[in-house]
């Protein structure tokens, strides 16, 4: 029997050992949906509810997993609905292919129904890899182009495949001119730079006497090399938040997050530095950096693409961390003076006691740091956590410490709303055996997390450890805009545009045979992360939290305060709450000995 081109897609995928496709039907990849039944469903062909969860999933997939994921969508709305998953996947540098369908060849130019220029809507979001197949001969070239980009440079690509094409009988490209002949395959390497670079990267770094190292998810392989260059170089090491997994937060050293969803020790780690190491980040609020001409600096960064365009560095080395590092390291100097990272161990000692304060603070229901702060030393050491865009993602960022094969990720460059349970999904189908905790705002569950709990209930049963589970802050109001426009443009919260309706999510995914959980009172709030975490199924479990906790970044500045007392001066609706919550939440500083602690006692 003859194969058809449709058929011929799934069996190349299969050849590059794809074992999922995320994706929704439509008449578009009517071909491709026919060919999986042939197929015997191989790869799996996962449904998500929307074409946008679809990418998402595979972004998921991929970061989770390790390899590439691979999305499906129809012609028209249904291509364009990838898009926003599909940016997610270029700017925090993950490997996706996107196979779309296309109206039949015939009706091109006829302004057809769902006919769209695909070549220009994905042009940017798949700059490294965008091609339509027009002829059967083309297929084996372009898929695997396609696969291979997305490995090779970290990125999404996009495979269009016409609706009549899908259907052609396959015949492969012949020996002759103009044909494209093609191979499977992609072997691992280990970029590294020169000797000559590494040594000049070494001087660099056995002259400073106050080492910072910042890491990204470049470093993600790198842990042990890491872990050595921060000993020799007596250094503390903060971590941009796609890199929150790359070490455990156990270690002393460990500053944590960086930026203005970061602590107070990797502010001061940074403003205090003389010498500076990024491995594997491009993280871009360059504010955070040390002051230019304060630190000599060296990045290390697998793509010349990414080097040298956050802070001045004197070295730019262009390659693979762990690789790198490995033959750097016989040539840095072991300090013999320690006293940097001893003093950067005692502020991190601090910071935790200040966590800890601001977390039992009162609040009118549940302070949303408790919420955060009670799920940290419940969470198994193989879990993998997915953090959404908004005010819960400080908490995310501050108070969950990583430790033993723990993974976390969020959507750190787009910043898109919407992608914390999708992640979810995707990391279950990567690794069905371990624990996954998506950690959401009402806002983002409203957007898309309630049609993707449909999704969960639909695969449950495939998953060897049944756990996953969605933790929802649920504090009617989207949160993290609301204070932004408090602290950057000094206006109150504008209601109609920022207060959501108060949906019972733990009621909806009870409604779907998922187990569903609200709390109401912070006394429940330990008893129901532990009831989640040892349930035999998926679980919502949803958090009634005040919205007036302010998510206050590790160092704010004077335009901020000046800019949110202007919100109160003008009548923000919970403007005393806030001074409250404001008021309390910095005063733990105080009280644990934190960095006004020094200047308060001195006035005494």
């Not at 994905?122 to 297929?139: G, H, R």
């Not at 993974?407 to 898109?416: D, F, I, K, N, Y």
């Not at 910095?586 to 934190?594: N, P, R």
């Amino acid at each position: 029997m003859s194969r058809k081109v449709s058929d011929h897609v799934l069996s190349r995928l299969r050849e590059w050992g794809v074992e999922y496709v995320f994706g929704y039907p439509g008449d578009g990849i009517n071909g491709l949906l026919a060919a999986w039944q042939r197929a015997g469903d191989r790869p799996r062909f996962v449904q998500s509810r929307h074409e946008e969860m679809s990418a998402f999933e595979a972004v998921g997939y991929a970061k989770f997993g390790g390899g590439v994921g691979v999305c499906a969508a129809t012609s028209g709305p249904g291509a364009i609905h990838l898009l926003n998953g599909l940016y997610d996947a270029k700017l925090d540098h993950v490997p996706v292919v996107a196979i779309v369908g296309q109206t039949n060849r015939s009706a091109m130019g006829g302004s057809y129904q769902q006919e769209v220029d695909l070549h220009s809507l994905f042009k940017d979001v798949a700059s490294e890899f965008l091609e339509t197949v027009n002829v059967p001969q083309q297929l084996p070239g372009v898929l695997d182009r396609a696969i291979r980009t997305a490995y090779g440079r970290r990125c999404p690509t996009a495979v269009i495949i016409p609706a009549d094409v899908q259907e052609l009988e396959y015949t492969p490209p012949a020996h002759a001119f103009k044909m494209v002949p093609s191979s499977l395959g992609l072997s691992d390497s280990s970029a590294v730079p020169s000797d000559e670079a590494l040594e000049r990267a070494a001087e660099v770094l056995n002259t400073g006497s106050r080492v910072a190292l910042l890491v990204g998810q470049g470093a993600a392989g790198a842990r042990a090399e890491v872990e050595r260059v921060a000993d020799v170089l007596s250094a503390g090491v903060a971590k941009a938040l796609l890199g929150k997994d790359v070490l455990p937060d156990t270690l002393p050293y460990v500053t944590g997050a960086i930026g203005l969803l970061g602590t107070r020790p990797s502010y001061e780690l940074m403003r205090d530095c003389d010498t500076l190491l990024t491995v594997g980040s491009s993280f871009p609020y360059s504010q955070f950096l040390p002051e230019y001409g304060q630190a000599r600096a060296v990045q290390i960064d697998i793509d010349p693409h990414m080097v040298g365009m956050r802070y001045p560095y004197e070295v730019n080395l262009v390659g693979d961390a762990r690789a790198t590092l490995q033959r750097l390291l016989p040539l840095l100097r072991r300090k013999e003076d320690r006293s940097w990272q001893e003093g950067i161990v005692s502020s991190v000692e601090r910071w935790w006691e200040v966590m800890e304060r601001q977390a039992r603070l009162s609040s009118d229901p549940i302070n949303p740091q408790h919420v955060m702060r009670a799920l940290d030393p419940l969470l198994p050491e193989d879990a993998i956590v997915s953090a959404d865009s908004g005010s819960a993602t400080n908490w995310y960022a501050r108070h969950l410490r990583m430790r033993g094969a723990m993974r976390g990720s969020l959507s750190g460059t787009l910043a898109t709303m919407g992608c914390g349970v999708p992640y979810a999904i995707g990391a279950k189908f990567a690794h069905p055996d371990r624990p996954a905790i998506a950690l959401v705002g009402d806002g983002a569950m409203q957007m898309n997390g309630l049609a993707e709990l449909i999704t969960i209930a639909r695969y449950r049963a495939e998953w060897e450890d049944p756990r996953l589970v969605v933790g929802v802050w649920n504090n009617r109001d989207l949160n993290q805009v609301t204070w932004e426009m408090r602290s950057m443009s000094g206006s109150p919260q504008f209601l109609p545009s920022q207060e959501l309706p108060d949906v019972s999510y733990a009621d909806f995914a009870a409604s779907l045979g998922l187990t569903g959980i609200r709390v109401e009172r912070p006394e429940d709030v330990e008893g129901a992360w532990r009831r989640a975490l040892g349930a035999d199924g998926p679980v919502v479990v949803e958090f009634l939290t005040d919205p007036a906790m302010p998510p206050i970044p590790p160092h704010a500045t004077w335009d901020q305060m000046e800019a949110t007392l202007a919100a109160i001066a003008k009548g923000d609706s919970d403007r005393f709450a806030m001074i409250a919550q404001g008021v309390k939440a910095k005063a733990q500083e105080l009280l644990a000995g934190g960095p006004g602690a020094d200047r308060q006692r001195r006035r005494s």
